[in-house]
Nanobody
Framework: VQLQASGGGLVQAGGSLRLSCAVR?????????VGWFRQAPGKEREGVSG????????YYSESVKGRFTITRDRAKQTAYLEMTNLKPEDTAVYYC????????????????????WGRGTQVTVSS
């Protein structure tokens, strides 16, 4: 399974950024969610948002609800994360991933192998 991630960058607080993640293996997309985790310096990786490509069910962490919106293009097997009203605490490396939607919540490092991972992309929000 290959995940191709793009987006990210540097933005001022209150600004917006968009991430995208394309999955290159269709059988995975049929059963899994696609989305993002993030890891800030000195902190553990946490689930941000995921979406079932098949039916659009979503997960959002409490810290991003109302500010981030995840969507998907089923034909392109691609998920998009629109991040608005960004805060300095959103600064982290964001990792595209695919796995079971239920595993986005309460992620633990021991769960790493439950997912396929893309490369990380830096998101920096300046105050």
């Amino acid at each position: 399974v290959q995940l191709q991630a793009s987006g990210g960058g540097l933005v001022q607080a209150g600004g917006s950024l968009r991430l995208s993640c394309a999955v290159r293996q269709s059988t995975v997309v049929d059963h899994y969610a696609v989305g993002w985790f993030r890891q800030a310096p000195g902190k553990e990786r946490e689930g941000v948002s995921g979406i079932m490509v098949s039916d659009g069910r979503t997960y959002y962490s409490e810290s991003v609800k109302g500010r981030f919106t995840i969507t998907r293009d089923r034909a392109k097997q691609t998920a998009y994360l629109e991040m608005t009203n960004l805060k300095p605490e959103d600064t982290a490396v964001y990792y595209c991933a695919t796995g079971f939607l239920s595993d986005w919540q309460n992620y633990d490092p021991s769960h790493h192998n439950r997912f396929y991972w893309g490369r990380g992309t830096q998101v920096t929000v300046s105050s």
